[in-house]
C-alpha cells in the first residue's frame, strides 16, 4: 500500500492483536509543514509541540519527506490521489479477509482533514465507497456532524484555550466521545465529572461505549507539553 500504513502504531498494533480488525492509518504532514494546512485548529488547541508526528518511525528524515509528498498529493493530484487510496483499501480489504479479521481505516493520523466533504467520482466521500469498512478518527473541531454511518469521531479535548475547551459541550452534543491526554500514567476515575475509560489498551475508539471520557497518557514530548494539551490532574 502506497497511502495507508499498518502495524506501525503501538496502539494499532494492540488493536490488531485484539484479532478483531486491521487498521489502515493514512499518516500526512501535520498542520501546513508541507505548505498546505491540513490541522486548522491545531494552534487554537495548542496541540503542535505535543503532535505524534515525529514518534516512532516519524523520527527519520525519509518518513517525513514521504508524508509530505502524500499531503502535497493530496491538494495538487487530488484524483490520483483518490484512485490510490481506493486501491489502498481495496488492498486493506484483501489482506483482512485473508487472516479472518475486519477491515478499519484511520484516515487522519496526524491530520484533521474533513473527509465527510472531500467526494470521490460519483461518491459523496470515501466511506460511501465502502460501507462494508469502518473508518474512525480523532478530531479537533467540534462543528463535524452528521457523518456518514461508519465513520467514528473522537472529539480531542485541550484546555490550551477556553474558547476552545468550551467545545467540549458541543462535542458531546454531537453524539461524540472526548479523547483528553493525562501527564500522569495512572487515568482519573472521572474529568468534568464524566467517568474516565482506559484509551490505552487499543485504538478502536468506535469500540469504546459512549457518553465518556477517552483517557490517554502523554507520551514522548508531549510528556513536557506546556499549552493545555495535556492535562494535569491534583
Known amino acids: 500500500m502506497k497511502l495507508l500504513a499498518t502495524g506501525n502504531n503501538a496502539k494499532t498494533i494492540l488493536s490488531d492483536a485484539m484479532g478483531e480488525y486491521l487498521t489502515g492509518i493514512l499518516y500526512l504532514a501535520p498542520a501546513d509543514l508541507s505548505g498546505y494546512q491540513v490541522c486548522p485548529h491545531a494552534k487554537l488547541a495548542g496541540c503542535a509541540e505535543a503532535c505524534l508526528n515525529t514518534a516512532g518511525r516519524g523520527a527519520f528524515n525519509n518518513v517525513q519527506a514521504a508524508r509530505i509528498r502524500k499531503t502535497r498529493m493530496f491538494f495538487e493530484a487530488r484524483e490520483a490521489f483518490m484512485l490510490q487510496l481506493e486501491k489502498d483499501i481495496l488492498a486493506l480489504i484483501r489482506k483482512a479477509e485473508k487472516i479472518g479479521v475486519k477491515p478499519a481505516v484511520r484516515l487522519n493520523g ?59 459541550q458541543q462535542a458531546r452534543e454531537n453524539g461524540q466521545n472526548v479523547a483528553v491526554v493525562f501527564r500522569k500514567e495512572e487515568l482519573p476515575a472521572s474529568f468534568c465529572g464524566i467517568e474516565v475509560i482506559d484509551g490505552t489498551t487499543h485504538d478502536l475508539r468506535f469500540t469504546d461505549k459512549a457518553g465518556v471520557i477517552v483517557g490517554l497518557c502523554a507520551k514522548g514530548k508531549a510528556k513536557r507539553d506546556e499549552s493545555g494539551f495535556v492535562v494535569d490532574m491534583a
Open 110 to 168: 496526524t491530520s484533521d482533514i474533513r473527509w465527510e466533504r472531500v467526494p470521490f467520482g460519483e461518491y459523496a466521500n470515501i466511506m460511501a465507497r465502502f460501507p462494508e469498512v469502518q473508518f474512525y478518527d480523532y478530531t479537533k473541531n467540534n462543528t463535524r456532524r452528521n457523518l456518514p454511518a461508519n465513520y467514528h469521531l473522537t472529539w480531542s479535548y485541550s484546555n490550551a484555550s477556553e474558547r476552545y475547551a468550551a467545545g467540549m
